[in-house]
């Protein structure tokens, strides 16, 4: 089954956008069966659903952070990106990206996620 | 946002135990639950979906039981690999979330 890796900065300064990519091992991107999502956990804390992308570019953010999110994706490569701005310690967290199954809505395909730590 | 809640927060157990945990939604999501098994740096694995359905894969040790509110996750002749944190996720409507988790530690 398909694979996911996160990459991007592991640092971020204070009021910066944090930028991360998450890059599939397999075209499914383009399969109408699932979401690509990122959810996130703070240290030591739960897991915090951040949004996804369809495969038509339908996106769906948490209102709590919709203000300053942004997924995307060129469904004609292998990869979706996040983009948090105005990132403050509170961002601080391990962040995955997550295949969801549109049918079970259950993350059934994770990445080994990346931390992200925001400090000047 | 659908605020799912679960118990214990921690709970000790020995090998060889049966466990069980419960999650729990503010308002009736039908069967639309899962469990996830979590350890330290990794990220969540899927165990359950829908309420009471095991992933592919899964050891037939973990059991999901519940449908409108309240939901259970029981191991049974626990292993030493199960000792982990568990969430429950509640896939009724979006935002997607998470119980805050049960850490299932050593006696």
């Known amino acids: 089954q398909v694979q996911l890796q996160e990459s991007g900065p592991g640092l971020v300064k204070p009021s910066q956008t944090l930028s991360l990519t998450c890059t599939l091992s397999?075209?499914?991107?383009?399969?109408?069966?699932?979401?690509w999502s990122w959810i996130r956990q703070h240290p030591g804390k739960g897991l915090e659903w951040i949004g996804h992308i369809y495969n038509s570019g339908t996106t769906n953010y948490n209102p709590s952070l919709k203000s300053r999110v942004s997924i995307s994706s060129d469904m004609s490569e292998r990869h979706f990106s996040l983009k948090l701005t105005s990132v403050t310690a509170a961002d601080t967290a391990v962040y995955f990206c997550?295949?969801?199954?549109?049918?079970?809505?259950?993350?059934?395909?994770w990445g080994q996620g990346t931390r992200v730590i925001v400090s000047s | 946002d659908i605020q799912m809640t679960q118990s214990p927060s921690s709970l000790s157990a020995s090998v060889g135990d049966r466990v069980t945990l419960t999650c729990q939604a503010p308002?009736?999501?039908?069967?639309?639950l899962n469990w996830y098994q979590q350890k330290p740096g990794k990220a969540p694995k899927l165990l359950i979906y829908d309420a009471s359905n095991l992933q592919t894969g899964v050891s037939p040790r973990f059991s999901g039981d519940g449908s409108g509110r309240d939901f259970t996750l029981t191991i049974t002749i626990l292993q030493p690999d199960d000792f982990a944190t568990y969430y429950c996720q509640q896939g009724d409507n979006f935002p997607r979330t998470f119980g805050p988790g049960t850490t299932v530690d050593f006696k």
């Open positions: 397999d075209d499914s991107i383009r399969s109408g069966l699932y979401y």
């Open positions: 997550a295949r969801e199954s549109i049918r079970e809505a259950t993350f059934d395909v």
């Open positions: 308002h009736d999501i039908g069967t639309s």
